[in-house]
């Protein structure tokens, strides 16, 4: 799996979002989830606004991000790099990345390992 990490709000409340690409199953997943700025996973279930797993209109994954950029709109949570990691969740779609981990601060950019 590759995992795109980036952090935003939710009703007020601090939240981390994780998008990536799912290698062995080949599609995109996303999970946000409330906690403070720069932890990357929840601490329990209860912590989560949304995940691919749990959303009915879909099963498990889907084939194109945008459908993860509309829900985080539907959501109100914004991201300032919402360009770039688009762009890096196609490339690793395409290369069928795994076992990448890319952190973002849209003050900084990117922090690849």
Request: charged fraction near 25%.
């Given at each position: 799996?590759?995992q795109h990490v980036f952090w935003s709000t939710?009703?007020?409340?601090?939240?981390?979002?994780?998008?990536?690409?799912?290698?062995?199953?080949?599609?995109?997943?996303?999970?946000?989830?409330y906690g403070p700025m720069g932890e990357s996973?929840?601490?329990?279930?209860?912590?989560?606004?949304?995940?691919?797993?749990?959303?009915?209109?879909?099963?498990?994954?889907?084939?194109?991000?945008?459908?993860?950029?509309?829900?985080?709109?539907?959501?109100?949570?914004?991201?300032?790099?919402?360009?770039?990691?688009?762009?890096?969740?196609?490339?690793?779609?395409?290369?069928?990345?795994s076992d990448r981990i890319v952190r973002y601060?849209?003050?900084?950019?990117?922090?690849?390992?």
């Open positions: 799996m590759s939710h009703s007020g409340r601090p939240v981390s979002i994780q998008l990536g690409w799912d290698a062995p199953l080949r599609h995109y997943f996303m999970v946000v989830a996973a929840p601490r329990d279930w209860a912590e989560i606004v949304y995940s691919n797993l749990s959303d009915v209109e879909i099963e498990g994954g889907v084939s194109e991000p945008g459908y993860y950029w509309n829900k985080l709109a539907e959501l109100g949570v914004e991201c300032a790099m919402r360009s770039e990691i688009d762009q890096q969740l196609r490339v690793d779609a395409r290369t069928n990345a601060d849209s003050s900084a950019g990117a922090n690849r390992p």
